[in-house]
C-alpha cells in the first residue's frame, strides 16, 4: 500500500487540486441558466476536475517501472 501511494503521489495531488480547482470554478463562474453541461452542478465540476488534474499530473510523472 506504501508502495502504492508513493509511485502514484503526483496523480493524487492532480486529482486533489483538480477537485478544488473545478468546485471553485463552479463557485465563482458557475452557469446561471443550467444549461452548461459540467457547471451547472458543483459535482460535476468537482468531478470534471478532480479528472483532469489527475490525468495532467499523471502525464508529467516518470514511473520506477519505466526506467
Known sequence: MKT????HIMTII??????LAGYLYWYM????S???AIT???FNSTLY???MGGLLLS???K???EC
Do not use: E, F
Not at 4 to 7: D, F, G, I, R
Not at 14 to 19: E, P, T
Not at 29 to 32: K, L, P, T
Open 29 to 32: 463562474v458557475g452557469c446561471d
Open 14 to 19: 492532480g486529482i486533489g487540486a483538480g477537485a
Open 34 to 36: 443550467g444549461t452548461c
Open 40 to 42: 451547472s452542478k458543483p
Open 59 to 61: 502525464s508529467t510523472s
Open 63 to 65: 514511473r520506477k517501472d
Open 49 to 51: 476536475g478532480a479528472v
Open 4 to 7: 502504492l501511494l508513493k509511485n
